[in-house]
């Protein structure tokens, strides 16, 4: 898996009767047969669940879990040409299946419900996919908040001895909780390749979820045409695996989005290498810095100059754009504007002003100080940069 490969679709199948999309129970007796469908149908992965993680199920035992789970299992074990994944919370779950063949644990609480599943993991060697969560799944709220919590989980897994190559991460798209309003996940589709940060195998599990639902307003078994749509944006902003119901639509999908999407650059000679790193906000900023083993006081001094932006502002008068020019000079940043307002032969001009998100602050606590309407400008370029990150904002309309 990587940039350099196309995307994978993880079937998905549901022996939880409770699950929220009633299209996709199997019974155990039927499970071989769905399982065979989906790889001629370009599954390379196989996600099996016995335990529904939809908000209003009903909860059920460990033990039950488990007598659900096994009989399918078994019946898949050598018998399908995909890699066996097992959504699972729970330990000695999880060492069960893998026991009888999984290849893969899917923890939707990234570590958090059982703490002895790290332990499992790092013990038997085998890939899992962790989803950004704090107490409980898929509880971060905004890309900001998943981000930090699958930084907290990758570094409590690397502790505990599980190889950091063998996390896949899923940033917990979906109605986790009662807070998770379609903003979040809206958020965390838009900026989806924010995750390529921890230079990880990325995955997406969006299928049929409730903000598709909102969005269109249609139940589950009619969500079809969105989900493949957020499957192509997710594919071409950096997913590697997407998780779905419906594997034949998906895999063309995810065919075409794959080829859409750019190879980032990658330059290799020797024992040297140069990549270009896309970095949109300074957290991420501060997390590739402590991964290459930068202090985390150091890269809090660092990460803000670390994204670069400019902003178009308009109608200035030559006299404003002059000084905003001479100001962002000042502090390392430029600013372009009329060849006219240079030699004082216009009143007014638009202006780019390009710089550090450092810079840009530098610059407006500076104009605040100055006469004409530059408070005012100044008080203008703080929220157009923070509308970036605001999400009533950015999805609210």
């Given at each position: ?9 993880m ?14 129970i199997?019974?155990p ?9 989906m ?21 059920i ?7 659900r ?5 078994e ?5 399908v040409d ?8 729970f ?8 026991k009888?063949?999984a290849?893969v ?5 990234g570590?958090t419900a ?8 790092a ?5 899992a996919?962790?989803?950004a ?16 919590a699958l ?21 917990a ?5 009662e ?21 990880k ?5 969006l ?13 589950a078994?009619e ?8 499957a ?8 590697h ?23 980032t ?6 024992r ?11 957290q991420?900023?501060?997390i ?36 905003i ?13 009329a060849?006219d ?7 007014t ?17 500076k104009?605040?100080?100055?006469a ?11 929220e ?6 605001n ?7």
């Amino acid at each position: 898996m990587g940039d350099q490969y196309p995307a994978h679709v993880m079937g998905v199948i549901n022996v939880s009767p409770e699950s929220f999309y009633k299209g996709s129970i199997s019974s155990p007796e039927s499970a071989l047969e769905i399982a065979r469908k989906m790889v001629d149908d370009g599954a390379a992965f196989l996600d099996l669940g016995a335990r529904s993680t939809w908000l209003f199920a009903e909860h059920i035992s460990r033990k039950e879990e488990l007598e659900r789970l096994l009989p399918v299992l078994e019946a898949l074990e050598g018998n399908v040409d995909a890699v066996i994944s097992v959504d699972t919370m729970f330990s000695e779950i999880a060492e069960e299946a893998l026991k009888r063949g999984a290849d893969v644990i899917n923890d939707v609480s990234g570590f958090t419900a059982d703490p002895r599943m790290i332990e499992v993991v790092a013990d038997h060697g085998c890939p899992a996919v962790v989803m950004a969560s704090n107490k409980i799944p898929g509880d971060p709220l905004g890309m900001d908040s998943i981000i930090e919590a699958l930084d907290s989980i990758i570094q409590a897994a690397e502790a505990g001895g599980v190889v950091p190559e063998s996390l896949i991460l899923d940033p917990a798209i979906g109605r986790w909780t009662e807070e998770k309003l379609p903003k979040y996940d809206f958020e965390t589709l838009d900026d989806f390749e924010r995750l390529k940060i921890f230079e990880k195998p990325l995955l997406a599990a969006l299928s049929r979820k409730s903000f598709i639902g909102d969005v269109l307003g249609k139940p589950a078994s009619e969500r079809l045409y969105g989900s493949l749509a957020a499957a192509a944006i997710a594919v071409y902003k950096g997913a590697h695996i997407i998780r779905t119901h419906d594997v034949p639509e998906t895999s063309d999908v995810i065919k075409l989005s794959g080829a859409l999407r750019s190879r980032t650059s990658v330059v290799k000679e020797g024992r040297y290498e140069v990549s270009v790193l896309e970095v949109k906000t300074p957290q991420d900023a501060g997390i590739a810095m402590r991964n290459i083993g930068a202090t985390r006081v150091g890269s809090q001094v660092m990460q803000g100059k670390s994204i670069h932006i400019m902003l178009k502002i308009r109608n200035l008068t030559t006299t404003e754009a002059l000084i905003i020019k001479q100001e962002m000079l000042a502090r390392g940043g430029d600013a372009a504007l009329a060849r006219d307002a240079v030699s004082h032969e216009t009143e007014t001009t638009d202006v780019l002003v390009m710089g550090t998100l450092l810079q840009f602050g530098r610059l407006a606590r500076k104009l605040e100080g100055q006469a004409r309407s530059l408070p005012v400008i100044a008080e203008m370029i703080r929220e157009c940069i923070s509308n970036r990150t605001n999400l009533e904002y950015r999805y609210l309309r």
